[in-house]
């Protein structure tokens, strides 16, 4: 956590919480669930996709467990979410932003992290986008739905875009604060022209109404 640039590393912890909050507000809607199911949701979905690409690196013990502020902000997220779960309901584009701002920073850490670790860069761009969606699809068989990331306005798609930005300039030897934060801006702005817009993924031909 120490090693990530102080902008990069705040926008990486608003997406922690963000990513608890939307978690757990989702776990809200989807299930009847007490106060440990909501909060136990929201982290997974907050800090899942990061475990999943630290086991997967060999990064052991995972950042989640060795750097308090993520377990402190993804628990918090899931109680706020569990207490005002009402009143949230009502922000949901703002809600949105966030968690576009945590889906981008995340993706960008993963496959900057993925690579540090010495794996190639398709494998790096695909560890960006695990650590970007495999909360929520944790999240989501949980609570036995199918996950978001199948079926929602252009989700894993800005990941790995996002990704693949990051490792195209850490291979170029451009890397740095303003180069994440294009990598992120990418993301992030398909992310949102995916909310804005409606814009889905291609679908088999005649299913796309099925999907909506």
């Known amino acids: 956590m120490a090693t990530a640039p102080p902008l990069l590393l705040a926008l990486d912890l608003t997406g922690t919480f963000a990513f608890a909050l939307n978690g757990a507000l989702t776990a809200v809607r989807a299930a009847r669930l007490d106060i440990v199911g909501v909060v136990t949701l ?8 990061g475990i999943l690409r630290d086991v997967l690196i060999g990064a052991v013990p995972p950042t989640a467990f060795r750097e308090w502020p993520y377990l402190a902000l993804a628990g918090g997220g899931g109680l706020v979410a569990f ?12 809600i949105n932003v966030l968690d576009a701002v945590g889906l981008s920073t995340f993706a960008v850490i993963g496959a900057s992290t993925a690579l540090e670790a010495g794996l190639d860069v ?6 960006g986008g695990v650590t970007a969606v495999g909360g929520g699809t944790i999240r989501d068989t949980l609570v036995r739905r199918v996950p978001s990331v199948l079926q929602s306005d252009l989700y894993a ?14 291979r170029a030897d451009v890397y740095g604060v303003w180069a994440a934060l294009a990598a992120v801006g990418v993301c992030f702005a398909v992310r949102m022209a995916g909310v804005h817009f409606g814009l889905q993924a291609p679908a088999p031909p005649g299913r796309r109404d099925e999907r909506r």
């Open 42 to 49: 929201g982290m997974i979905t907050a800090l899942g996709g």
């Open 83 to 94: 207490a005002l779960s009402q009143w949230l309901d009502r922000l949901e584009t703002p």
């Open 122 to 127: 398709t494998p790096a761009i695909l560890l």
């Open 157 to 170: 798609i800005p990941a790995l875009l996002g990704a693949a930005v990051t490792v195209v300039t850490i």
